[in-house]
Nanobody, 115 residues
Framework: QVQLVESGGGLVQPGGSLRLSCAAS????????LGWYRQGPTNQRELVAT???????NYADSVKDRFTISRDNAKNMVYLQMNSLKLEDTSVYYC?????????WGKGTLVTVSS
């Protein structure tokens, strides 16, 4: 059982940067793929970025070259560095930990991109 808590959301201007953090209460190791998702137009959660236990990242096309996902297994943390933010990046961002058939979710942190 893993509990995830996101932080770092807030208001930022277009073109600005923000770093999201997610702390896991349980041990996060190579058995877990970690990721960030956000609420889509139809209220479904859409993938933003994932990172495997071995450190291989995967990004949605819409955020490639702008966002960077990273993890620190020793600290049970996963991060999302968001640069060159756009209005359409506005969403609630959720932290995810996936292990086999189990998926754990945080409650989300709101990112608002507005001028």
């Amino acid at each position: 059982q893993v509990q995830l808590v996101e932080s770092g959301g807030g208001l930022v201007q277009p073109g600005g940067s923000l770093r999201l953090s997610c702390a896991a209460s349980g041990t996060v190791n190579g058995m877990y793929t970690l990721g960030w998702y956000r609420q889509g137009p139809t209220n479904q959660r859409e993938l933003v970025a994932t990172i495997t236990g071995s450190g291989s990242p995967n990004y949605a096309d819409s955020v490639k070259d702008r966002f960077t996902i990273s993890r620190d297994n020793a600290k049970n943390m996963v991060y999302l560095q968001m640069n060159s933010l756009k209005l359409e990046d506005t969403s609630v961002y959720y932290c995810n930990a996936q292990r086999a058939a189990r998926a754990y979710w945080g409650k989300g942190t709101l990112v608002t991109v507005s001028s």
